[in-house]
């Protein structure tokens, strides 16, 4: 498991994207770790710890074709 703080402003897919690298598939896998997120609203306070799960989806990524390739 990895902690993550909140910073000034922070929602929790910025949160997500910026220190963790994890996209808006992984939302409902936190919250679900993080029983009383939900209840804080949209705009986290500063200082709040936000727990992710080891097992927390990740996006698919696919190579990119170009067109000359």
Known sequence: M??????????????LWRDAGLG???V?????ANQNLATIGAVLPRGTEITIPDDVPTAKTSDV?????
């Open 2 to 15: 990895t902690t993550l703080v909140a910073q000034d402003g922070d929602t929790l897919d910025l949160l």
């Open 24 to 26: 808006s598939e992984s």
């Open 28 to 32: 409902a896998a936190v919250l679900a």
């Open 65 to 69: 074709v170009q067109l000359w390739d």
